[in-house]
């Protein structure tokens, strides 16, 4: 089983920019693909964006393209950097992983989740 550890989350001021981590631990070769999600407080969880391990391709959802960027820095890490922050993005973030090659911005797509990081941005 994998575990996932998110950081980096905190307070911003809108127009400003956070990086997330998320670190991958246990038995990581069973993982194929890392995504991010977040949830607003009433809102349902929505996918962020997800890179394959093996391929190296990255999505990032129509909305936040041009503002956010997915990477992996190294074997275990992957990385949300999100740029000119808005109050909307304020937010639990999550990282998952995923055994299996299946839509990415599908929750049910991912077998291991972390605990989230806040993020919040006030105006």
Do not use: H, K
């Not at 990032?60 to 956010?68: E, H, P, V």
């Not at 820095?73 to 937010?91: F, H, K, Q, R």
């Amino acid at each position: 089983q994998v575990q996932l550890a998110e950081s980096g989350g905190g307070s911003v001021r809108a127009g400003g920019s956070l990086t997330l981590s998320c670190e991958l631990s246990g038995y990581t070769a069973e993982t194929v693909r890392v995504a991010w999600f977040r949830r607003a407080p009433g809102n349902e969880r929505e996918g962020v964006g997800a890179i394959d391990r093996g391929t190296g391709r990255t999505w990032i959802t129509d909305s936040l393209q041009g503002r956010f960027i997915i990477s992996r820095p190294n074997g275990n890490t992957v990385s949300l950097e999100m740029n000119n922050l808005a109050v909307e993005d304020s937010a639990t973030y999550y990282c998952a992983a995923a055994r299996y090659r299946d839509y990415w911005y599908r929750s049910t797509s991912y077998n291991a989740w972390g605990q989230g990081t806040q993020v919040t941005v006030s105006s």
